[in-house]
């Protein structure tokens, strides 16, 4: 299970509540034991909105089930799935085959979801469901379910399963389905099995009673053949459920169910739309006003440009700019004009959105320059490096300012282009060096159910442009993890597996401290050399070079490592004696619509070679969710349990929670395991994500918020 898990669980919970709005007298879509659209046990033919994420947490039967749900495309889903069952052993005799010595058996799982046909007046909705298939294959099914609404109370499921949910009073066979082994390493499509074996019918009714209240019933074709029958961990005499369900508000969504005659369980679920900020807008300095220039009759030294010769000027002009963008954290880097254009190198540390960073300096420079100067050069700079230019006629703004739709009458007028070398302006010394540092609060999860509370210090010593000396320590205050139950022995240099034994070695860990310096080497080139303790595990030397024009869709990467496994109290490099090259060539692909891919071919910390797909959809809000999947030459028995490193990842804003400025963030990834193959080193700062924001895909996506 991922290290953060847990946590991603607690920051959904406390974005719906803050989110929580007025129920509406309409049917959406319910969430079922296994977290996917559907009625109790069964899925339905529906799907979330676009967009959407769903968490549920069910329990019934001894048997705990937390997914995450996220609503790809208007049509597609996908899950992740970790499942816990107690007693897995208790009622098998020492010796029998099926008795793996396990108490709790602990299970990862993904879904994916396919919405055939949208619900009409007269037809139904229709999906086609793959679950648990790249999973271990225990509860691996296929389906394909139909569900109609008949006004706005009533709804009706029917629907037919293979595998799993065609274990039961099953009414044919498609042909034979291969068997599922206890020795088999799991991780990989199972599609030899698809929708082949017994087929068996489901069905259920769901009835709104109100805008809060909801009852249902369904008919499972689940014979829980293992666990109810082989294991006897409960029984199954019916295979009717029932259930009631309450509907705090749209997000938050809590039921009681009987279930297959003998069980009480519950379902919580819980459904955000990353599209709506659950606490509302972004708190923080109303924007200041566009400058209005005096007359040329009224002034006419301001427009001479002779104000340019005026000793002082230039120091006069810098403060007091530096004074109006202090508000919004807008650092005042470089700063050069003459009569007509000014040219101002900025640092953003608190706003989110770069199109809002560049409509605020830009207001800011109307107020202070003088009437002569009619064109704005706004560079961003990010870790020191410009990242664009943004070219804006201070007329355009002036007449635009009230006008409707204004931010996309100015985006007509805008020059977005490459950041150029800085001209030798008035640079502010007093910016560099720079200190910054932060104390959060971290749960850090290294086995299900068991991980540690504590608190991690981060700083940053910014030595000049560029150069940045950081660090980071996590100090644990409580935990219940004592031994690592879950480890098991790597057939590759263990260089993820042992992540639980550092966690066990130390209540004090040194996390990360490095040297960075960034740097321009030329126009749409980025470049990064880190040296230090670059992670947790693993320390040494990473260099990376980027290709990523201003305009440009697409970008090419390379990075270069070695790297030395660090021992577990966090200095040094004797208890492992491992050093490794690594690196990777990267492909980088804005599909638009908010679809991002990538994929990086290279050599990973074990020493294998492969290459990682990655597929992420980013919301303009900066929220981000996407998979990946790594295959490399380390092969399925190397690899071990899962066969093969693959999870989803989850992107959150802080202040997408918060409701305060705040460009930090939550980042949290699920693996169906964590494994030594297909491993790449984690260091920090890498240039795609970092420049990205300011280049034209990301501006036009969030430029909505330059007036604000």
Not at 268 to 288: E, F, N, S, Y
């Amino acid at each position: 299970m991922n290290r953060r898990i847990s946590s991603l669980v607690a920051v959904s919970a406390a974005a719906v509540l803050a989110g929580s709005a007025p129920a509406l007298a309409e049917m959406r879509p319910s969430l079922s034991f296994y977290g996917v659209p559907g009625i109790i046990d069964m899925p339905s033919g529906e799907a979330m909105k676009d967009g959407s994420i769903g968490v549920t947490l069910a329990y019934f039967g001894s048997q705990l089930r937390t997914t995450l749900t996220f609503q790809i495309t208007p049509r597609i889903s996908g899950s992740y799935r970790f499942s816990s069952t107690r007693n897995w052993s208790d009622a098998l005799a020492p010796g029998d085959p099926l008795n793996d010595g396990y108490d709790t058996y602990n299970d990862r799982a993904f879904d994916l979801r396919l919405l055939l046909l949208e619900e009409t007046d007269y037809l139904p909705a229709v999906t086609l469901g793959l679950q648990d298939f790249v999973g271990t294959g225990k509860n691996s099914a296929e389906y394909i379910v139909a569900t109609k609404s008949f006004g706005d109370r009533l709804k009706v499921t029917a629907g037919l399963g293979w595998g799993r949910l065609g274990s039961y009073n099953d009414i044919g066979s498609f042909g034979d389905r291969p068997e599922v082994y206890d020795n088999d390493q799991g991780g990989k499509p199972s599609i030899d099995q698809w929708f082949r074996g017994p087929v068996a019918p489901f069905a259920g009714v769901e009835w709104q009673i109100n805008d809060n209240w909801k009852a249902k019933a369904e008919y499972s074709s689940d014979g829980y053949d293992e666990v109810a029958g082989d294991r006897k961990i409960f029984e199954r005499r019916s295979p009717f459920n029932f259930g009631v369900e309450y509907e705090y508000a749209e997000a938050v969504r809590v039921g009681l169910y009987s279930l297959y005659g003998t069980e009480i369980g519950f379902n919580v679920q819980l459904t955000m739309d990353p599209k709506r900020r659950p606490v509302g807008g972004i708190l923080g300095p109303a924007p200041g006003q566009v400058g209005t220039r005096p007359s040329r009759s009224a002034d006419p030294a301001a427009w001479s440009g002779g104000w340019t010769t005026q000793p002082g000027a230039a120091e006069s002009l810098r403060g007091k700019l530096s004074k109006e963008l202090a508000p919004d954290g807008l650092i005042v880097e470089d700063f050069s004009y003459t009569a007509t254009t000014v040219h101002l190198r900025v640092r953003n540390t608190q706003i989110d959105s770069g199109p809002q960073a560049i409509g605020r300096s830009a207001r800011a420079l109307s107020r202070v320059m003088p009437a002569s100067v009619e064109v704005f050069e706004i560079v961003p700079l990010v870790r020191g490096m410009g990242a664009s230019k943004v070219t804006i006629r201070r007329s355009d703004l002036e007449a635009l300012e009230h006008s409707p739709a204004n931010d996309t009458a100015l985006r007509g007028k805008v020059q977005i282009a490459e950041a150029g070398p800085a001209p030798g302006g008035l640079r502010d010394e007093t910016v560099y060096p720079r200190f910054t540092w932060g104390l959060f609060p971290v749960l850090r999860v290294s086995e299900p159910l068991h991980g540690d509370i504590g608190l991690r210090l981060n700083a940053s010593y910014e030595l000049r442009p560029g150069l940045v000396l950081s660090g980071s320590v996590f100090q644990k205050l409580a935990g219940n993890f004592d031994e690592c139950e879950g480890c098991k022995p790597s057939n590759l240099p263990p260089v993820r597996s042992d992540m639980a034994y550092y966690d066990l070695a130390t209540d004090t860990s040194l996390d990360r401290l490095q040297l960075a310096w960034y740097a321009k080497p030329a126009d749409q080139l980025y470049s990064r050399v880190t040296f230090g303790f670059l992670e947790r595990m693993h320390a040494g030397l990473s260099a990376e070079l980027l290709w990523k024009p201003v305009d440009s869709r697409f970008a090419l990467g390379a990075e270069v490592n070695y790297t030395r496994q660090r021992d577990r109290d966090g200095f040094g490099f004797g208890e492992y004696d491992y050093g490794v090259a690594t690196g990777h060539l990267s492909a980088y692909y804005d599909f638009g619509g908010g679809y991002l891919g990538q994929v990086d071919v290279g050599r990973y910390l074990a020493g294998d070679s492969g290459a990682t797909f990655s597929l992420d959809r980013e919301f303009a809000n900066g929220v981000k969710l996407g998979a990946y999947a790594t295959l490399t030459t380390a092969s399925a028995e190397e690899f071990g349990e899962g066969s093969f490193d693959k999870g989803i990842r989850v992107t959150i804003p802080m202040n997408w929670l918060l409701g305060q400025p705040d460009r930090g963030e939550f980042t949290t990834t699920m693996r169906s395991l964590q494994r030594d193959g297909g491993a790449r080193l984690e260091v920090d700062g890498r240039l795609y994500d970092s420049v990205r924001d300011y280049h034209m895909g990301v501006l036009d996506t969030q430029w909505g918020r330059v007036w604000r």
